[in-house]
């Protein structure tokens, strides 16, 4: 899902005006991409280790959202384009934090 949305993503970044693009676009782009890196890393883990690289992902999809929000109440995003990104990220931020839970709960009965 983070893979589609990041070429989502990426047909607006191409398109926002000069502005922002290479700010907020730019920033925004840089943590698709850590957290696609931190997930990818994640899932290669054993479980114990998963932990720190998932928290890493999910600290990244917050701060993508509120630069999404920043980037859309400049108006160089529009609300559609607002709407279909966020709304991912969001249901990313949820798988996130289940997976984070599952390990947690996971983790705490080996122990």
Request: charge should be positive; charged fraction near 25%; aromatic fraction near 10%.
């Amino acid at each position: 899902m983070l893979k589609n949305t990041y070429i989502v993503w990426i047909g607006y970044y191409q398109k926002l005006p000069k502005i922002h693009k290479y700010t907020l676009g730019e920033k925004i782009d840089i943590l698709f991409i850590e957290t696609i890196e931190a997930i990818s890393i994640a899932s290669f883990l054993s479980k114990e280790e998963k932990s720190p690289y998932v928290r890493i992902a999910i600290r990244k999809i917050d701060t993508l959202k509120i630069l999404l929000m920043v980037l859309w109440e400049v108006k160089s995003f529009d609300n559609r384009k607002y709407i279909l990104v966020s709304e991912q990220i969001n249901t990313i931020g949820k798988m996130l934090g289940g997976w984070i839970g599952q390990l947690s709960k996971q983790n705490s009965l080996k122990k």
